[in-house]
């Protein structure tokens, strides 16, 4: 009993590792992901070592050189308050990457553990959490995290991640959810249940490895979706403290200055959340190329 | 036919009532109290009193719930706290000026995205088919806002060919008149949307091309071309309804960021309004009227698809 059903894990560990292998070469040859992988890169460094290369700390202000041009100096010019757009833009770098990573993270845990126990255990426990969830996705993204922050009086970054990532749970549990539903009629799940093993164990030792492709693809695709939701709800200054360098809050606070032809404030941060934002999707249509799910 | 629309229907009410229940007490979940939120920390014991029992909340929270429905479903969207008048009387108007720019925008977003899909699945790995896709795609995932403050920088200040507010400065605020000033802020929510119905008409044509019945047209002598318009477009538009109908709650969390870029009166300002000024009566009525547009939308697609798909259809009355 024992040796046979290892036999059949090995087996599957095998071919795993070749599907694996595959991928990658198709991946390294694909080039919108190659792209995508190259920007997002320059941007995760932005974030770590950004504060570094800022010529200005991102909140000092000189009322001497108010809304001036890019220049030398100024390499992106300056805001109404005499802040270094440059500098601005390097701070908020790392917010919005923290935030949309976290977010996501946070959606892809919770929701992947419900999808992986509605997919597995049916039932009502499925009926019921689907029909909440379908409820949940029925109210636009943007209105519920909109709803949430002034329920809970949120102006912090903390508040808006934790929104993101329960808004996000359930279309990430209905992915996972239809994966699981499949696998969970192969022989690896009924001998695992013969061997007697656990239900956790089943869960995250057998199924999950299983059904990873679709979480990864799943968790590029909200991360896009995260860095869209963040960047929104602090242009509309919801759930953002005062005074943050969130690329979304900077145009907030200065495209109003681009009727008088002050432009860069509110350009610079904005080519920021399209170019960070693009280079996800390319990196997430790359993987559901290869991945095929 | 009739029970599977009557089932659809039923689902819509659950999801309703779930949605309800969800917006009552999301707004509850803290423990502090409305009104001294609402009043502010200098506000007396009797003030607070006051204030509950006129919006009453000194009622078990059951209670205020199953009033809250009753008065839903009796049309009546409570009072707002900050204007201190009936939620609708701020609401309806704001969903009639956000309904025409979702209008103005549909009637735009809907025949560019499918003829977009239509056209990159005919040149298949061609350029134009990259460009479609790719493109499509990655406008898809740039917010609206940054859409809109870009595309005010290029037409309505450097170029200054289009307006740059959604509504008409001078005269008379028709729909008609309206028409040149909602070009700009369609025109954000089509770059976010085209991208998703125009990758899903594109996968459906394609397979619909390479399906037997297009075969046999083609080889009955029929040329690419009239194959694709008569054969093809009826059974491929089929998957377009569905993905246009689950993009309308995109398209309603997209009019929030738009309007207030172009300063429009719509709802979305008015949410936005409420968001900042705690004024729950008119953010839950709102959130509830943003959810039943949606579901109806759901619900007609549903019928639409089952309607116009004769292997659902034929399932159906089984």
Same mark, same amino acid.
């Given at each position: 009993m024992n040796t046979s059903s290892s036999a059949v894990r090995t087996k599957s560990n095998a071919e795993r590792k070749a599907i694996r292998a595959e991928r990658f070469q198709l991946l390294r040859r694909n080039k919108a992901f190659l792209v995508g992988a190259f920007i997002l890169s320059f941007w995760l460094l932005i974030a770590v070592f950004g504060s570094m290369i800022a010529p200005y700390p991102y909140d000092a202000m000189d009322f001497m050189a108010v809304s001036k041009k890019p220049s030398g100096t100024y390499w992106f010019?300056?805001?109404?308050?005499?802040?270094?757009?440059?500098?601005?833009?390097?701070?908020g770098t790392q917010l919005i990457v923290w935030m949309s990573f976290l977010a996501t993270a946070l959606g892809t845990i919770v929701g992947g553990t419900l999808g992986l126990a509605a997919g597995y255990f049916k039932g009502w %426990?499925?009926?019921? /959490?689907?029909?909440?969830?379908? #409820? @949940?996705?029925?109210?636009?993204? $943007?209105?519920?995290?909109?709803? &949430?922050?002034?329920?809970?009086?949120?102006?912090?970054s903390g508040i808006t991640v934790g929104v993101i990532g329960f808004v996000f749970a359930p279309n990430i549990a209905r992915t996972v959810r239809a994966a699981v539903l499949s696998e969970a009629e192969l022989e690896y799940v009924a001998a695992a249940r013969l061997r007697a093993e656990r239900t956790p164990h089943i869960l995250f030792k057998?199924?999950?490895?299983?059904?990873?492709?679709?979480?990864?693809?799943? %968790?590029?695709?909200? /991360?896009?979706?995260?860095?869209? #939701? @963040?960047?929104?709800?602090?242009? $509309?200054?919801?759930?953002?403290? &005062?005074?943050?360098?969130n690329w979304g809050s900077q145009i907030s606070e200065n495209w109003a200055y681009i009727f008088s032809n002050i432009w860069w404030p509110t350009l610079f941060p904005a080519i920021a959340i399209a170019s960070l934002a693009v280079s996800v999707n390319l990196i997430s249509d790359g993987l559901l190329e290869v991945f095929e799910v | 036919?009739?029970?599977?629309?009557?089932?659809?229907?039923?689902?819509?009410?659950?999801?309703?009532?779930?949605?309800?229940?969800?917006?009552?007490?999301?707004?509850?979940?803290l423990p502090g109290n409305v009104a001294r939120r609402y009043l502010g920390r200098s506000a007396t014991e009797e003030d607070l009193v006051k204030f509950n029992a006129k919006f009453g909340l000194d009622e078990p929270l059951l209670t205020q719930f199953y009033r809250w429905l009753r008065d839903l479903l009796t049309g009546d969207l409570g009072t707002s706290m900050a204007f201190n008048k009936p939620a609708s009387e701020l609401l309806l108007p704001a969903i009639g000026y956000s309904s025409r720019l979702a209008l103005m925008s549909f009637l735009i977003i809907v025949p560019l995205s499918i003829a977009g899909g239509i056209v990159a699945a005919m040149y298949r790995g061609k350029l134009v088919d990259r460009f479609l896709t790719v493109g499509g795609l990655s406008a898809a995932v740039?917010?609206?806002?940054?859409?809109?403050?870009?595309?005010?920088?290029?037409?309505?200040?450097?170029?200054?060919?289009?307006?740059?507010?959604?509504?008409?400065?001078?005269?008379?605020?028709s729909f008609l008149s309206q028409i040149e000033h909602l070009i700009l802020p369609s025109t954000a929510l089509l770059l976010v949307l085209f991208g998703y119905?125009?990758?899903?008409?594109?996968?459906?044509?394609?397979?619909?091309?390479?399906?037997?019945?297009?075969?046999?047209?083609?080889?009955?002598?029929?040329?690419?071309?009239?194959?694709?318009?008569?054969?093809?477009?009826?059974?491929?538009?089929?998957?377009?309804?569905?993905?246009?109908?689950?993009?309308?709650?995109?398209?309603?969390?997209?009019?929030v960021a738009v309007e207030i870029v172009f300063n429009y009166p719509g709802f979305g300002t008015i949410l936005r309004d409420a968001v900042g000024g705690r004024d729950y009566a008119v953010l839950q009525s709102g959130v509830m009227l943003t959810s039943l547009v949606i579901v109806l939308f759901q619900l007609a697609a549903d019928i639409l698809f089952a309607v116009l798909n004769p292997r659902i259809r034929s399932r159906i009355s089984e």
């Open positions: 010019g300056t805001n109404k308050l005499g802040q270094d757009v440059f500098s601005r833009v390097l701070a %426990f499925d009926i019921i /959490l689907m029909r909440i969830l379908e #409820a @949940i996705s029925a109210i636009p993204v $943007l209105i519920v995290a909109l709803l &949430a922050i002034a329920a809970l009086d949120g102006q912090s057998e199924i999950l490895p299983n059904v990873l492709p679709p979480i990864i693809v799943e %968790f590029t695709v909200r /991360l896009g979706y995260a860095i869209f #939701a @963040i960047a929104t709800l602090s242009f $509309l200054g919801a759930g953002v403290e &005062a005074g943050s360098p | 036919m009739k029970k599977y629309i009557l089932n659809r229907l039923g689902l819509s009410v659950v999801t309703m009532f779930i949605v309800a229940t969800i917006v009552f007490f999301l707004t509850r979940i740039i917010p609206e806002f940054v859409w809109a403050v870009t595309l005010i920088l290029v037409f309505g200040v450097t170029l200054e060919v289009l307006p740059v507010t959604a509504f008409p400065t001078r005269g008379d605020p119905i125009a990758r899903i008409t594109r996968a459906s044509v394609i397979e619909a091309l390479e399906s037997d019945y297009m075969r046999t047209a083609v080889l009955k002598g029929l040329s690419r071309r009239r194959a694709v318009v008569t054969h093809v477009l009826r059974n491929a538009l089929l998957p377009s309804i569905a993905v246009i109908a689950s993009q309308v709650p995109y398209l309603v969390g997209g009019l």
